[in-house]
């Protein structure tokens, strides 16, 4: 055996060996795998096998897209066939909101190259004949859909590995991982120590205990799931001795999937009353062994499958495949460099690992071997969650996320397991106000605030929700008079130090400010995508406050750490200080009524510390409403203090609380990006507008600088523009294709409704050439055609008079 390598996968199924290939794929052959039995032994061998593009984060569902093109270079490259069957699949939709969901997807997928296509029931029963389709109002159908030999496809990847130089180290068992001072580990495992450079924590259902081995805890739990294949069934095996192949057939009102295998079918289900595995832990010893059947919890399933597919009720059950899998709290899989952690990474709870499987391994590869993605893998990154987790939040998200695997996703919806979680000191306060709560980054966030009798809950829907008359209401009280809400929903980080002024000027693209005064910047990757929108405030020559998205904040610890230089000192305390925003014509007044301090020459972008009741504060005059207004931050014991202050000086002046709904619309009135929306890694500063924050005559080699010089002198191919669009009862959410002439040219990063306006608003990419005053496009919206016109002018204080004077 190998003792020395560059990078230790731990862990033998499809998402390890796909991890190693991907690495000799870039280059690096000294890799190696340690697999504790042998390949495929967890949850790969008892796996379906099937693999589709659909799902609701384009990123994802575009890397799904190139796992299953992948396939087939496996099988050129090995000679190894993967059991390919590319029979296609259906999603059927017995709802007009569903339907709303496969027609939101099939727009999303005409900008990403995905042939998808809506199709009626009478072409359901064309495509797939088993399906009875009484009460079908349509379908998505994708012709990438397909199923596979899971056995075969891991093996594939390990030879494709090996080809590239890689070892794989089978009947292995890794007993501990320890990390020596230099940032390389000690693999000790039951045939000797490996000396690695790099871990990938690859265990799938083992991966809490071997994150264990390394103090790390990684919120994902295995839960109990069951198909089952049926012997013969005449239908199939007409298609099949007509040459043929069923396709397959995703039924969400019955949680179930269904394919064709052999001349029978294999139908698996994500029942209702589902069952957490090894809640305390995988056993060592388990392995090629299934769980004793368990009808009863699919007992109603069954029932409903009978119906949907009726040749199944004649049918013998020739097996029955009940076998564990592991998830993340919202199903997506945990990648990427571990926070906290030198040279440990993650690739776990990879729940759909023949299609995803591929995805994650190119996405890791390229993370470890090139630093960066090539695109935004947010939604996979293990920093989407915060040091916060634990096994008492992981499970019942978990078990609400298997539920929900065949409900439909609403852009608008909040889900409700394990909620409440972490709240400010002010969530009584808003409650009791009527608040609407969402929740970020696991902490409560007021959506908006509900009156009279009014419900507390907003119905999920692809359109105008019954929040739309409350969000009026709020954004009229910041127009008119003044609004507060909380400035929880930023990240906030503070850096002292001689030489943190350097540090920022390196670490940040724009410029950085001088004592009493603030500045908005990018910060570029050294390819330069954007990886953070921040605000910098300088509270002194050595101390300054970042605020940024509020979610991200493990992802930008990460790089900051990464990153950091001798002489700083970096803190962060987004959950230790909070305060208010007030926002709109009167926000001046209602703060001048609560400090003695004369704020009348407070100039727009001025930071200032001043005592606002009885709470010592800093506080900006700057406002994401894009009104005149201010964020007042105080430490954590002080805020219900500062909120009495403001709100009693502020009940003369109209001063109503308002929520993230109306935010999102006030922001738009200015056209302003929102992180992870306009602003992320999928883009630079330039295609976004906010190149016009990069300081390029600071005398510093900030990080991206090069790839940001680069793109001004050739100038970006796309431009993120406004437009108005002539919508009804819908608007834009993200993603839906920008038409121009009859083809696709872009599409919209977000969207909504202007209240102040009374217009429908959306943000997207069109090229450059294109981006000019007046154009004339369409944007699909749920399967409709709207006429959208190009507009430069914002809706609101276009001069920036109130915002800055």
Same mark, same amino acid.
């Given at each position: 055996?190998?003792?020395?390598?560059?990078?230790?996968?731990?862990?033998?199924?499809?998402?390890?060996?796909?991890?190693?290939?991907?690495?000799?794929?870039l280059?690096?052959?000294?890799?190696?795998l340690?697999? #504790?039995? @042998?390949?495929?032994?967890?949850?790969?061998?008892?796996a +379906?096998?099937?693999?589709h593009?659909?799902?609701?984060?384009?990123?994802?569902?575009?890397?799904?897209?190139?796992?299953?093109k992948?396939?087939?270079?496996?099988?050129e490259?090995?000679?190894?066939? /993967?059991?390919?069957?590319?029979v296609?699949?259906?999603?059927?939709?017995?709802?007009?909101?569903?339907?709303?969901?496969?027609? +939101?997807?099939?727009?999303?997928?005409?900008f990403?190259?995905?042939?998808?296509?809506?199709?009626?029931?009478?072409?359901?029963?064309?495509i797939?004949?088993?399906?009875?389709?009484?009460?079908?109002?349509?379908?998505l159908?994708?012709?990438?859909?397909?199923?596979?030999?899971?056995?075969?496809?891991?093996?594939?990847?390990?030879?494709?590995?090996?080809?590239?130089?890689?070892?794989?180290?089978?009947?292995?068992?890794?007993?501990?991982?320890?990390q020596r001072?230099?940032?390389?580990?000690?693999?000790?495992?039951?045939?000797?120590?490996?000396?690695?450079?790099?871990?990938?924590?690859?265990?799938?259902?083992?991966?809490?205990?071997?994150g264990?081995?390394?103090?790390?805890?990684?919120?994902?739990?295995?839960?109990?799931?069951?198909?089952i294949?049926?012997?013969?069934?005449?239908?199939?095996? @007409?298609?099949?001795?007509?040459?043929?192949?069923?396709p397959?057939?995703?039924?969400?009102?019955?949680e179930?999937?269904?394919?064709?295998?052999?001349?029978?079918?294999?139908?698996?289900?994500?029942?209702?009353?589902?069952?957490?595995?090894?809640?305390?832990?995988?056993?060592?010893?388990?392995?090629?062994?299934?769980?004793?059947?368990?009808?009863?919890?699919?007992e109603?399933?069954?029932?409903?499958?009978?119906?949907?597919?009726?040749?199944?009720?004649?049918?013998?059950?020739k097996?029955?495949?009940?076998? *564990?899998?592991?998830?993340?709290?919202?199903?997506?899989?945990?990648v990427?460099?571990?926070?906290?952690?030198?040279n440990?990474?993650?690739? /776990?709870?990879?729940?759909?690992?023949?299609?995803?499987?591929?995805?994650?391994?190119?996405?890791?590869?390229?993370?470890?071997? $090139?630093? $960066?993605?090539?695109?935004?893998?947010?939604?996979?990154?293990?920093?989407?969650?915060?040091?916060?987790?634990?096994?008492?939040?992981?499970? *019942?998200?978990?078990? $609400?996320?298997?539920?929900?695997?065949?409900?439909?996703?609403?852009p608008?919806?909040?889900? *409700?397991?394990?909620?409440?979680?972490?709240t400010t000191?002010?969530?009584?306060?808003?409650d009791g106000?009527?608040?609407? !709560?969402?929740a970020?980054?696991?902490? $409560?966030?007021p959506?908006?605030?509900?009156?009279?009798?009014?419900?507390?809950?907003?119905?999920?829907?692809?359109?105008?929700?019954?929040?739309?008359?409350?969000?009026?209401?709020?954004?009229?009280?910041?127009?008119?008079?003044?609004g507060?809400?909380?400035?929880?929903?930023?990240?906030?980080?503070?850096?002292?130090?001689?030489?943190?002024?350097?540090?920022?000027?390196?670490?940040?693209?724009?410029?950085?400010?001088?004592?009493?005064?603030?500045?908005?910047?990018?910060?570029?990757?050294?390819?330069?995508?954007?990886?953070?929108?921040?605000?910098i405030? /300088?509270?002194?020559?050595?101390?300054?406050?970042?605020? +940024?998205?509020y979610?991200?904040q493990?992802?930008?610890?990460?790089?900051?750490?990464q990153?950091?230089d001798?002489?700083?000192?970096?803190?962060?305390?987004?959950?230790?200080?909070?305060?208010?925003?007030?926002?709109?014509?009167?926000?001046?007044?209602?703060?001048?009524?609560?400090?003695?301090?004369?704020?009348?020459?407070m100039r727009?972008m001025?930071? #200032?510390?001043?005592?606002?009741?009885?709470?010592?504060?800093?506080?900006?005059?700057?406002s994401?409403?894009?009104?005149?207004?201010?964020?007042?931050?105080c430490?954590?014991?002080?805020?219900?203090?500062?909120?009495?202050?403001? !709100?009693?000086?502020?009940?003369?002046?109209?001063?109503?609380?308002?929520?993230?709904?109306?935010?999102?619309?006030?922001?738009?009135?200015?056209?302003f990006?929102?992180?992870?929306?306009?602003?992320?890694?999928?883009?630079?500063?330039?295609?976004?507008?906010?190149?016009?924050?990069?300081?390029?005559?600071?005398?510093?080699?900030?990080?991206?600088?090069?790839?940001?010089?680069?793109?001004?002198?050739?100038?970006?191919?796309?431009?993120?523009?406004?437009?108005?669009?002539?919508?009804?009862?819908?608007?834009?959410v993200?993603?839906?294709?920008?038409?121009?002439?009859?083809?696709?040219?872009?599409? /919209?990063?977000?969207?909504?409704?202007s209240?102040?306006?009374?217009?429908?608003?959306?943000l997207?990419?069109?090229p450059?050439?294109?981006?000019?005053?007046?154009?004339?496009?369409?944007?699909?919206?749920?399967?409709?055609?709207?006429?959208?016109?190009?507009?430069?002018?914002?809706?609101?204080?276009?001069?920036?008079?109130?915002?800055?004077?």
């Open positions: 055996m190998k003792t020395t390598t560059r990078v230790a996968v731990i862990g033998g199924g499809v998402v390890g060996c796909s991890v190693l290939y991907h690495l000799t794929k280059g690096w052959s000294d890799v190696m340690i697999e #504790r039995s @042998e390949l495929t032994s967890g949850s790969t061998w008892h +379906a096998g099937g693999f593009t659909l799902n609701g984060d384009t990123n994802m569902a575009a890397l799904q897209g190139y796992t299953i992948l396939y087939k270079e496996l099988e490259i090995t000679g190894m066939s /993967c059991g390919l069957h590319h296609g699949g259906v999603t059927l939709a017995e709802t007009q909101e569903r339907f709303d969901m496969l027609k +939101a997807e099939r727009a999303k997928h005409r990403m190259g995905l042939e998808t296509e809506i199709v009626s029931p009478e072409e359901i029963k064309k797939a004949p088993v399906t009875n389709v009484d009460g079908i109002i349509g379908g159908y994708d012709p990438l859909d397909g199923h596979l030999d899971p056995s075969g496809t891991t093996h594939a990847y390990a030879k494709a590995a090996r080809m590239g130089g890689a070892t794989i180290e089978t009947h292995c068992k890794v007993i501990e991982t320890n001072p230099d940032g390389t580990w000690d693999v000790v495992t039951s045939k000797g120590t490996i000396h690695a450079e790099h871990v990938v924590n690859a265990g799938g259902l083992w991966a809490r205990e071997v264990a081995m390394a103090g790390v805890y990684f919120p994902l739990h295995p839960m109990e799931h069951q198909y294949v049926t012997d013969e069934v005449p239908m199939i095996a @007409e298609i099949i001795d007509g040459g043929g192949e069923h397959h057939v995703m039924d969400p009102a019955g179930s999937y269904l394919r064709q295998e052999g001349r029978g079918l294999c139908i698996g289900f994500y029942e209702q009353p589902c069952k957490p595995w090894a809640v305390d832990g995988t056993p060592w010893d388990f392995g090629h062994e299934l769980l004793p059947d368990d009808f009863d919890k699919i109603d399933s069954i029932a409903f499958a009978y119906n949907r597919f009726p040749a199944l009720e004649a049918a013998g059950v097996s029955v495949i009940h076998g *564990p899998f592991t998830f993340a709290p919202d199903g997506n899989p945990l990427g460099p571990v926070p906290g952690m030198r440990y990474w993650s690739a /776990c709870a990879v729940m759909a690992g023949f299609s995803q499987g591929g995805g994650v391994g190119l996405m890791l590869a390229q993370w470890m071997v $090139e630093g $960066e993605c090539e695109r935004d893998t947010f939604a996979m990154d293990c920093a989407r969650f915060g040091d916060w987790i634990n096994p008492g939040y992981t499970r *019942p998200k978990v078990i $609400e996320n298997y539920q929900k695997r065949f409900s439909i996703a609403y608008n919806e909040e889900l *409700p397991a394990a909620r409440p979680f972490r000191p002010m969530y009584d306060i808003f106000m009527g608040a609407v !709560w969402g970020q980054y696991g902490m $409560e966030v959506n908006y605030f509900a009156e009279g009798d009014e419900p507390r809950y907003e119905t999920p829907s692809f359109r105008r929700s019954n929040a739309f008359k409350a969000t009026a209401r709020e954004v009229k009280a910041v127009r008119e008079n003044v507060i809400n909380e400035v929880h929903n930023f990240g906030k980080y503070l850096v002292k130090g001689a030489g943190a002024r350097a540090w920022l000027d390196r670490i940040m693209a724009g410029r950085v400010p001088q004592p009493g005064r603030l500045s908005l910047t990018p910060m570029l990757s050294p390819k330069g995508r954007l990886i953070g929108d921040f605000t405030s /300088c509270l002194s020559e050595e101390e300054f406050q970042l605020t +940024a998205s979610g991200s493990a992802y930008h610890m990460r790089w900051f750490l990153n950091l001798d002489g700083v000192s970096l803190e962060n305390i987004s959950d230790t200080r909070n305060g208010f925003q007030i926002a709109g014509p009167k926000a001046r007044e209602v703060l001048q009524a609560c400090t003695r301090t004369d704020i009348s020459d727009f001025d930071v #200032r510390r001043l005592t606002v009741g009885m709470a010592d504060c800093i506080v900006q005059r700057v994401y409403t894009g009104d005149l207004g201010y964020e007042i931050y430490d954590l014991p002080s805020q219900r203090a500062l909120w009495d202050a403001l !709100w009693n000086a502020g009940q003369p002046m109209g001063m109503k609380p308002f929520g993230m709904r109306a935010m999102m619309s006030l922001r738009l009135d200015k056209f990006g929102s992180w992870l929306r306009e602003f992320s890694p999928d883009y630079t500063a330039a295609e976004t507008g906010l190149d016009r924050f990069i300081s390029f005559k600071k005398p510093v080699d900030f990080v991206g600088r090069a790839a940001a010089e680069a793109e001004r002198e050739a100038g970006p191919a796309r431009q993120l523009c406004a437009f108005e669009v002539e919508a009804d009862d819908a608007d834009v993200a993603y839906e294709p920008i038409w121009l002439d009859g083809a696709v040219v872009g599409f /919209c990063t977000s969207g909504g409704y209240h102040y306006a009374q217009k429908s608003i959306a997207g990419f069109v450059t050439g294109k981006a000019v005053e007046g154009l004339a496009v369409e944007i699909e919206i749920l399967g409709k055609m709207y006429r959208a016109r190009l507009i430069t002018q914002p809706l609101f204080d276009a001069d920036g008079a109130r915002m800055r004077g």
